[in-house]
């Protein structure tokens, strides 16, 4: 009994709430108080929203934390540790003087154009490489499924780049189909199954049956 | 080592090698600029179609949902749009669901259409930008119902009830369509709160369509959507882009990667083909 | 008209913001195209410090619009979501993780309700309609019987079809065995064949995330139109 509180609430709690927003979305204008600024529908999602907010700073302490073992232990890592933490701290204080005088710092600003920006467009890109290199080790033909792969993929490659239609007016032809009716039945496949998949974990998870999310296993 | 063939060679080839080469194919393009034709998909044409029913006056809404790390695939057809929702004598509401660098997105935006958009423009009364605000999908239910209880303010700090542009609008039903922008799923999101959640609106209006500009890699994903309906229009990547800047008028930089494109992607195919040209050729030396 | 063109920065500031965007790119690149070393290591770390510190400033920022300033203007309602949002923390104390189950059932009840009653329509519903509308007489859906007078049923049918073939291979209950099993060979190829185009789609993405790389070096270097 005594654990009640650390389990079956929870469940009450998650199952009252996937209601509410159940309820907002299909008979919102029929039940006064549910939708709108001030409905309990709304004042839900603005609480969830705000619990998401404050959940940012789980993500710093752990990264402090796997930094500062790092430092503590004078790993080879530990002088990267130390870059971390120190520019952490740097932008960190800007950042929190914007915020409490809305003033934004020049070195606020230039940081956020020129090292964020750069390294984050950098990093994205930096799959393209091995996008290039997979696709010449691995996209081979070697049995039917791996053809059928390659020839959409091929297809879809060249009536993409303008070039395609310039070789032969066949390719965007082709190509487009592919895009356009060719991956349908599979990619309508993966959107139909995950909806249900998405419905099945929804319905488990408010009867009890999924316990993952609120980490009974610890 | 002296009994390995060509093939052999080439299979072992280390990978920074394909690496250097495809980085110059990419890059060298730029320069010297080979101006292939381009033709226009149907989705592209039907987002472009979607643009030009905007009447004077009507208000359309630009979801930023993209970071500055996929400009290359999303800025230019941003970029189109804007263009085109000031030739129509559209107005626009700006915001990001998606990502915390949008401001910079947005100041390259008006950098990029300074002199053919924002000198006629007024902040507050044609557009108006609100920046970031996180919350995924139930960021999008509550703006659906009360843009105020998300936007207090706008970025330059003006009051939501201040902006004049804003005077009549707080909820979805007031702005004709959504463009949005993504690397992900927030298209979706408006998909399942503001097009097909009209049973909960407490404005008057009618729900507000959507359409997806987002990174070519969505495409597949999103052509689902297109073909149901529930998207008027897809701008896939840069490809879709120089598509949409063909359409609009305006040459941008999607026209222009066009031929970076075209270059890599033959050069991929060509690697693919010379793969498996040495898989068969050694599989029946083996043989 | 031209769209792409802005005048190359004259701020020196500006200029020295744009090289080290430069230098960090080339140090990043630095790994794919010779090895890991330390620059590399160094643009990793400078990134993931930047990222987390402007990350947090913009929730505080969100969170300060959205709830404190509400709370300060008499919303005392909303500090209810904060001490839920402070709960969050317990999942670093062991022994009182629980408590942080309770801000955790309000964030998958919120999206398991909005997922769950909005999701049919769009992904289960509107795709089915849509997989048995006859296509329209007349029209030329993909160019690719153009002119067709009857509409393109062949497309039709084949995501007619292949919708049915893939499902039935995602049928995991039942074993793929007698006559089902033709169906679900043919459901794979149907899957492959959107896997392929789905590839074709990413290379487009990311080599358009390369190109424009490649562009900044040139930009940045005044060999192309900054």
């Not at chain 1, 780049?161 to 496949?189: D, K």
Request: charge should be neutral; hydrophobic fraction near 50%.
């Amino acid at each position: 009994m005594s654990q009640v509180y650390k389990r079956e609430l929870v469940f009450i709690v998650t199952g009252v709430v996937a209601l509410v927003m159940m309820l907002d979305y299909f008979f919102g204008k029929n039940i006064p108080g549910l939708s709108g600024s001030g409905g309990i529908a709304g004042q839900l999602q603005t609480w969830a929203l705000i619990i998401q907010l404050m959940a940012i700073g789980l993500g710093a302490i752990n990264l402090i934390q796997v930094h500062y073992r790092q430092i503590s232990r004078k790993t080879d890592m530990a002088i990267y540790s130390i870059i971390f933490m120190v520019f952490f701290a740097f932008l960190l204080l800007l950042g929190l003087y914007k915020l409490f005088t809305g003033v934004e710092l020049y070195p606020y600003t230039w940081v956020f154009a020129n090292v964020y920006t750069s390294l984050g467009t950098t990093l994205y890109a930096i799959t393209g490489f091995f996008v290039f290199s997979a696709a010449y080790r691995a996209f081979r033909a070697r049995n039917v499924d791996a053809a059928i792969l390659l020839i959409g993929g091929c297809f879809v490659l060249l009536a993409n780049a303008p070039i395609g239609e310039v070789l032969w007016s066949g390719f965007p032809l082709i190509g487009n189909w592919f895009n356009n009716v060719g991956q349908i039945p599979g990619m309508r496949a993966f959107t139909v199954v995950g909806a249900l998949g998405l419905l099945a974990y929804g319905f488990r998870a408010l009867i009890g049956k999924e316990k993952g999310f609120y980490s009974e296993a610890s | 080592m002296s009994g390995q063939t060509i093939w052999d060679k080439l299979a072992r080839m280390d990978r920074r090698v394909f690496y250097w080469i495809l980085f110059i194919c990419l890059t060298v393009p730029y320069m010297t600029p080979l101006g292939l034709p381009i033709t226009v998909t149907p989705s592209t044409r039907s987002y472009y179609d979607g643009l030009k029913t905007i009447q004077p006056g009507e208000v359309v809404l630009l979801s930023i949902n993209s970071g500055v790390s996929a400009w290359g695939d999303c800025l230019p057809a941003m970029v189109a749009s804007v263009y085109q929702v000031h030739e129509q004598g559209g107005k626009l509401i700006v915001w990001s669901i998606g990502y915390n660098d949008c401001d910079i997105t947005w100041a390259r935006i008006k950098t990029l259409l300074a002199t053919n958009v924002f000198t006629d423009w007024v902040e507050g009364e044609d557009y108006v930008y609100f920046g970031y605000c996180p919350g995924q999908e139930t960021n999008v239910a509550l703006l659906r119902d009360n843009i105020r209880g998300v936007y207090t303010k706008d970025v330059r700090g003006v009051a939501t009830d201040d902006i004049p542009l804003m005077e009549d609008i707080n909820d979805a039903s007031k702005i004709k369509f959504v463009m949005s922008s993504d690397t992900g799923d927030a298209q979706i999101y408006y998909i399942r709160q503001w097009k097909n959640g009209p049973v909960n609106y407490v404005g008057s209006g009618q729900p507000p369509l959507v359409a997806e500009m987002g990174i070519a890699m969505n495409k597949s994903g999103d052509m689902v959507y297109y073909l149901s309906g529930d998207e008027f229009g897809l701008v896939a990547g840069s490809r879709g882009a120089a598509e949409l800047e063909a359409l609009v008028g305006l040459k941008g930089n999607a026209t222009i990667t066009m031929d970076s494109i075209s270059v890599s992607h033959v050069l991929l195919v060509l690697a693919i083909i010379l793969a498996n040209v040495g898989m068969f050729a050694t599989r029946g030396q083996k043989k | 008209m031209i769209a792409n063109v802005a005048a190359y920065p004259s701020d020196p500031l500006v200029i020295l913001g744009i090289w080290v965007a430069l230098f960090l790119m080339l140090a990043i690149y630095s790994y794919p195209l010779y090895k890991e070393n330390p620059v590399y290591r160094f643009a990793e770390h400078i990134f993931v410090a930047t990222a987390l510190a402007i990350g947090i400033i913009v929730n505080l920022t969100s969170l300060r619009n959205s709830a404190w300033t509400p709370l300060v203007g008499g919303n005392y309602l909303l500090i209810i979501p904060i001490i839920l949002g402070f709960c969050m923390y317990f999942l670093l104390i062991p022994k009182q993780r629980w408590v942080s189950r309770y801000p955790i059932a309000i964030l998958v009840g919120s999206s398991l309700g909005l997922g769950i009653a909005s999701n049919p329509l769009p992904s289960i519903i509107t795709q089915v309609i849509s997989t048995i509308t006859a296509p329209k007489a007349g029209t030329a859906v993909w160019a690719w019987f153009p002119g067709s007078p009857t509409g393109d049923w062949f497309s039709f049918v084949f995501v007619a079809v292949g919708l049915i073939c893939s499902m039935t291979y995602f049928l995991l209950t039942y074993e793929h065995t007698g006559p089902v099993k033709p169906v679900t060979i043919a459901g794979r190829y149907f899957i492959m064949l959107a896997l392929g185009a789905y590839f074709g789609n990413t290379v487009l993405f990311r080599f358009s995330m390369l190109a424009e790389r490649g562009q900044y070096i040139l930009r940045v270097l005044g060999l192309v139109p900054y």
